[in-house]
């Protein structure tokens, strides 16, 4: 948001305390959010696999785990989107895990 902040200050800050709104402000979770962190994230990760945002989907994973959201969990959010979607979510999404350094167990 840097390089957009230089040309309109008003737009970072704005999109920047909309993501906050939606995510949590400055760390802190709100007490008028009635979706946890963690489910968040997984709707997140869900459409960004669905929109073929891998990058991005990547980071929401890594912040999903480090809510205490488990691999499974994650795969599962992202193949309930399927019906809607098509089977090329989940692939996107598998390759978000591996972006995010998430290994299947032997």
Do not use: F
């Not at 993501?19 to 869900?46: F, K, M, Q, S, W």
């Not at 945002?53 to 599962?76: F, M, N, Y």
């Amino acid at each position: 948001w840097q390089y957009i902040a230089q040309i309109d200050p008003g737009l970072a800050e704005r999109v920047i305390r909309l993501y906050n709104l939606v995510y949590c402000d400055g760390g802190v979770e709100r007490p008028d959010n009635h979706l946890p962190p963690a489910a968040r994230e997984l709707i997140a990760i869900t459409a960004l696999c669905a929109r073929g945002l891998v990058d991005l989907a990547a980071q929401h994973i890594s912040r999903a785990v480090r809510h205490g959201v488990s691999p499974r969990q994650i795969l599962e959010a992202i193949s309930s989107a399927v019906p809607m979607t098509g089977l090329t979510t989940v692939q996107i999404g598998a390759q978000a895990m591996i972006k995010a350094g998430i290994t299947p167990k032997p």
